[in-house]
């Protein structure tokens, strides 16, 4: 049994900030863990516009606390989020989100980030294979 806090991740390496500052994510579960899924909790400030694109993992998202602009790119289709709204990435879909107000969320990516990845200029996760241990 693996036991954490995201109090002891802080600071650390899986404690990461865009290089824009409109985003950070503790990422609390990493493939390194070798269960097959990360787990991270994700903050976006408000009134940031944010692009991304999982074209190698799925993703779910549920929103823990915070209002704002869920659009999906690829199929002209935007939602409005709120505390307890869930989005699933089935599709590899280009998003974008735009937080009113602070966006607090927890997401579950399959297969797991590893936690090197690094976005490139399209938001994009390069697949990164890594033994468990
Ligand atoms: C909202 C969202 O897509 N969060 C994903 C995780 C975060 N961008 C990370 O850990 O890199």
Same mark, same amino acid.
């Given at each position: 049994? &693996?036991v954490?806090?995201?109090?002891?991740?802080?600071?650390?390496?899986?404690?990461?900030?865009?290089?824009?500052?409109?985003w *950070?994510?503790?990422?609390i579960?990493?493939?390194?863990?070798?269960?097959?899924?990360?787990?991270?909790?994700?903050? &976006?400030?408000p009134?940031?516009?944010?692009?991304?694109?999982?074209?190698?993992?799925?993703?779910?998202v549920?929103?823990?606390?915070?209002?704002?602009?869920?659009?999906?790119?690829?199929?002209?289709?935007?939602?409005?989020?709120?505390?307890?709204?869930?989005?699933?990435?089935?599709?590899?879909? *280009?998003?974008?989100?735009?937080?009113?107000?602070?966006? *607090?969320?927890?997401?579950?990516?399959?297969?797991?980030?590893?936690?090197r990845?690094?976005?490139?200029?399209?938001?994009?996760?390069?697949?990164?294979?890594?033994?468990?241990?």
């Amino acid at each position: 049994m &693996i036991v954490r806090s995201t109090a002891e991740i802080t600071g650390t390496d899986r404690d990461v900030t865009s290089d824009d500052g409109n985003w *950070r994510s503790k990422r609390i579960v990493l493939g390194g863990d070798g269960v097959g899924f990360s787990f991270h909790e994700t903050t &976006i400030e408000p009134n940031t516009v944010n692009k991304f694109h999982y074209a190698n993992h799925v993703e779910a998202v549920w929103l823990v606390e915070g209002e704002g602009t869920l659009t999906d790119l690829d199929n002209d289709k935007v939602y409005e989020l709120g505390p307890g709204s869930m989005y699933l990435l089935d599709g590899h879909e *280009r998003h974008r989100l735009e937080p009113r107000t602070r966006m *607090r969320m927890l997401c579950v990516f399959n297969p797991p980030v590893t936690g090197r990845e690094v976005h490139d200029e399209n938001g994009v996760y390069p697949l990164i294979e890594v033994a468990a241990g």
